[in-house]
């Protein structure tokens, strides 16, 4: 059985990751309407990833006697400045959900729950990989800079990489 806290804790996690799932789709839905269908691809496939971060933990909360609260969302930006806009603050977005990861993590700790600690471990390490990820990206689009064919390119692998991750994402929750 979830403590009031922790039930409170996981819903505000909750609230943070369906706002990342609408954040990312907001993007991608900007990236389609710049001709940028490889970077509208991935972030598309993101904001589904983002909903299943949300799902896994209502999941949870419900299955340990609690209730996943599905809440209420402000509207996202609509408009970048750039791709490398987006990126850049996709990647201070994920370091803000890191932090809030950690967060959570040191709050089982508090409460001696150590089930919800083993399930937040998956989230740990999927941040790394976000993270590691978005400044990836941040990195090459600097490299590109207002190269107009560079940004063709880097569309196209995008869209290489959209499948392919999510490919792999699937073989993960099977093992
Ligand atoms: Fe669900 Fe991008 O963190």
């Known amino acids: 059985m979830l403590s009031p806290k ?3 804790a996981l819903n505000r996690q909750i609230l943070l990751e369906a706002e990342s799932s609408q954040f990312y789709l907001s993007m991608a839905s900007w990236a389609e309407t710049q001709g940028l269908n490889g970077v509208a691809a991935f972030l598309y496939e993101h904001s589904d990833e ?3 971060h949300m799902l ?3 999941k949870f909360v419900n299955e340990r006697g609690g209730h996943g609260i599905v809440p209420a969302l402000k509207q996202p930006p609509t408009n970048y400045k750039s791709v490398k806009a987006v990126f850049e603050d996709i990647l201070k977005h994920e370091i803000k959900v890191t932090a809030e990861i950690n967060g959570l993590v ?3 700790l508090k409460e001696k729950d150590y089930t919800t600690h083993n399930f937040l471990q998956w989230y740990v390490s999927e941040q790394i990989e976000e993270e590691a990820l ?3 990206i941040v990195d090459k689009l600097k ?3 207002d190269d107009k064919s560079g940004l063709y390119f880097f569309d196209r692998d995008m869209q290489a990489m959209t499948g392919k991750s999510a490919k792999e994402k699937e073989n993960t929750n099977q093992n």
């Open 106 to 108: 040191d709050i089982t």
């Open 134 to 136: 978005a400044r990836l």
């Open 143 to 145: 490299l590109i800079g």
């Open 50 to 52: 983002e909903r299943m």
């Open 6 to 8: 922790i039930s409170q």
């Open 56 to 58: 896994k933990l209502i």
